[in-house]
């Protein structure tokens, strides 16, 4: 009786490790499944980076190229020395360019960021835009004592790059009029052209991805092409930006 109780325990014991190690594979399998999908993730976000920045670079330098380029053809036969001094701004932009799109591809910031800060990388853009095209630009920053993270910094510079660009190729605009304040415990980012606007938006990557970038820091963004396109941006001020 003894031997049978001891063979019926062992059947039972071997089952029991069997269903064990059927679900240790399960387990095994899943995780498997899970690292390759995490991969796949990382793989998408990584493509959607660099999409992004890629965009935002090159897309802003050939804009600007290209209007300066414009201005070059209308003038070289009534004064080939401007023309030439054109030439020489248009080069420093391609280079800017080709520069923010190797930080981009190392995972870097924005040149302008890393070499003039915030405010001081926003008037070199307007600067550099405004010197190869007709376009005007207002700049209105009251901000005091403030000290962004870098992504937000980032994002908030990569949005006003965003703005000039399409207020320029796609809305033909002449001024653009851009504030950037705090209200309370809110920074506001108000950025309105006076370009031929548009009655049915259609977010095309751009924005698409300008929205994408401030819901990351927990903002929000409202574009309105009925006078013109003004896009307003709004985030809330984090614990110890304010350096009062």
């Given at each position: ?7 019926g ?5 071997n089952e ?8 240790i594979?399960q387990?095994?399998q ?5 690292a390759a999908?995490?991969e ?13 920045e890629?965009h ?18 209308a003038m070289?036969?009534?004064d ?12 420093k ?8 799109v190797?930080?981009s ?18 008037e070199?853009?307007?600067e550099?835009?405004?010197?190869v ?18 992504t ?11 703005s000039?660009?399409n ?8 001024h ?14 108000k ?15 751009g ?25 307003i ?10 350096c009062?």
């Amino acid at each position: 009786m003894f031997y049978y109780l001891y063979i019926g325990n062992q059947i039972e014991e071997n089952e029991n490790i069997a269903k064990e190690l059927d679900m240790i594979n399960q387990v095994n399998q899943e995780l498997r499944n899970y690292a390759a999908i995490t991969e796949k993730i990382g793989e998408d976000n990584e493509r959607k980076r660099l999409a992004r920045e890629i965009h935002d670079t090159l897309g802003h330098a050939l804009t600007g190229i290209a209007a300066g380029v414009d201005a070059c053809i209308a003038m070289i036969d009534i004064d080939p020395k401007a023309t030439k001094q054109q030439l020489i701004v248009i080069s420093k932009v391609v280079r800017q360019g080709i520069g923010d799109v190797r930080n981009s591809l190392n995972k870097l910031r924005p040149g302008a960021l890393e070499e003039h800060g915030f405010k001081g990388a926003i008037e070199s853009m307007i600067e550099e835009f405004t010197s190869v095209s007709d376009l005007k630009i207002d700049f209105n920053y009251t901000l005091e004592h403030v000290d962004f993270e870098n992504t937000k910094e980032d994002v908030l510079f990569r949005a006003i790059q965003e703005s000039i660009t399409n207020s320029s190729r796609h809305g033909h605009a002449t001024h653009i009029q851009i504030d950037i304040y705090q209200q309370d415990n809110t920074l506001y980012l108000k950025i309105k052209d006076n370009g031929c606007g548009c009655d049915d938006i259609i977010q095309g990557y751009g924005l698409k991805q300008m929205r994408e970038r401030i819901g990351m820091i927990n903002g929000e963004v409202h574009y309105d092409g009925s006078d013109g396109f003004l896009t307003i941006i709004k985030i809330p001020m984090q614990r110890g930006e304010n350096c009062d």
